[in-house]
């Protein structure tokens, strides 16, 4: 399996991770994946089978110091084969290149296997925000120090 940057003629293999991998309320749109395919302040990844099928894509911006991971689809017959880490420690290193001192994520609280796999990466809940997907659909806030050393990491240590 080969990680590589997204490129727009990719967009229809991320929409239909889109389609099988999130309920319809909760997915975003062909103009918003194309605005981050075409962005210059976005590091979109792609993850390909033998085949050269999409099986997972994440999408990472920064802004300043901090980074976030805004979205991560893995197709539903390809998870818990390290596909989704992989993307993520991929965006970790990219942040920590690109001078970010911290990555943070939202996700679903009950969404208990990527917020497993957030924690085993080093991310730790912050804070909630109510209602960001949706009434009464909260979103965990996660937030992950990139540098030892880091005054964030230290003081909260």
């Known amino acids: 399996m080969i990680i590589s940057h997204a490129r727009p003629d ?9 389609r099988v991998g999130f309920d319809a309320a909760e997915q975003w749109s062909e103009t918003a994946w194309a605005d981050e395919l075409a962005g210059h302040d976005r590091y979109v990844l792609a993850r390909f089978d033998v ?15 901090m980074a976030d991971l805004n979205r991560v689809i893995v197709h539903p017959d390809a998870r818990g084969q390290g596909i989704g880490a992989s993307l993520v ?17 939202e ?10 796999l957030y924690r085993r990466l080093g991310f730790e809940p912050i804070t909630t925000r109510r209602d960001y ?15 030892d050393g880091d005054a964030w990491a230290v003081e909260c240590a």
């Open 10 to 18: 990719d967009l229809a293999g991320i929409l239909e991770l889109e």
């Open 51 to 65: 085949d050269d099928s999409i099986i997972g894509v994440a999408t990472f911006s920064r802004v300043a110091e």
């Open 89 to 105: 420690r991929a965006g970790l290193d990219w942040a920590s290149a690109v001078g970010a001192r911290r990555m943070l994520l």
């Open 107 to 116: 996700v679903r609280p009950d969404n208990e296997p990527a917020v497993a």
């Open 133 to 147: 997907y949706g009434p009464g659909r909260h979103a965990l806030v996660m937030l992950r120090p990139l540098r």
